[in-house]
């Protein structure tokens, strides 16, 4: 869906009277403006107490650039939109964008540009990313789910719960300290995939990069591909299947049947 058709939607039968509570009266033109009000950092929940219920003010804000100071605000608005969307929302791909997704959808449009911290916090809904997504995807994410390209480094990051699918390469430190949820590579990945891992799964179809689940302690690692040097080292926890394996194989790790 359209942003002017989620504002038209997402409104109707509102309250068009309620007030802001810090300054009665005093709209917000701008991402500026609400950032004087909550700072760059602000909470879910700080935002949309400011955010007035006319209609064009979240298309107004959601379609202007946050540069590098208000990626966070604007990772909140695109959750809210989304949220309040009764059809999956398409938005220009920028940073957090996602931030704290609890439910709807999100596409994410702008061939060859790499965005960070996508799903970041998400417990649910659906992000789809047709490029490939940058740093940080869907780190510390507790539901829902995300498919992308590829991704850069870190991405579903402290992961314990929700799904994650990449069409492409995985980068490194792919899952890394995930305690739960379930990841498809169906490329290869970098090194150090499933670092600290604890628990959930992760199915990498292509090669591994060294020290493929390092420092282990639970959870599944399958690959279908060849891992590289030192796979399972110092692992306390947890299986890993595959295919082929580097030298220096940890002695708990599997073939596949």
């Known amino acids: 869906m359209r942003l002017t058709r989620l504002v038209d939607d997402a409104y109707r039968g509102l309250n068009r009277g309620r007030r802001l509570k810090s300054q009665e009266g005093d709209p917000i033109f701008s991402l500026d403006d609400l950032a004087e009000r909550v700072g760059c950092r602000p909470s879910r929940a700080e935002v949309e107490e400011l955010l007035p219920p006319d209609p064009g003010t979240l298309e107004r804000l959601l379609m202007s650039d946050p540069g590098k100071g208000y990626q966070i605000i604007w990772g909140h608005l695109s959750s ?13 791909a920028r940073d ?28 649910g809904g659906r992000i789809y990313l047709h490029q490939g997504a940058g740093d940080y995807l869907g780190q510390e994410m507790t539901g829902g789910g995300i498919i992308t390209a590829g991704v850069g ?31 498809v590579c169906q490329g290869g990945c970098g090194e150090r995939a499933g670092w600290l891992m604890s628990g959930g799964s992760l199915r990498i179809h292509g090669d591994a990069g060294d020290y493929l689940g390092l420092l282990m302690k639970g959870g599944r690692i399958t690959i279908f591909g060849r891992a590289g040097r030192r796979a399972g ?15 220096e194989a940890a002695d708990g790790v599997l073939g596949l049947d």
Request: aromatic fraction near 8%.
């Open 80 to 92: 809210i939109a989304a949220e309040r969307s009764p059809e999956p929302l398409r938005l220009p």
């Open 153 to 183: 480094s870190y991405a579903f990051r402290r992961m314990s719960g929700g799904w994650g699918v990449i069409r492409g390469e995985g980068g490194n430190f792919l899952a890394l300290g995930s305690s739960g949820g379930r990841v």
């Open 233 to 247: 080292w110092r692992m306390k926890g947890g299986t890993i299947r595959g295919r082929e394996f580097g030298p």
């Open 96 to 123: 957090y964008a996602g931030l704290g997704l609890s439910r709807g959808g999100i596409i994410l449009e702008g061939e060859g540009k790499s965005v960070d911290h996508v799903g970041e916090r998400m417990s």
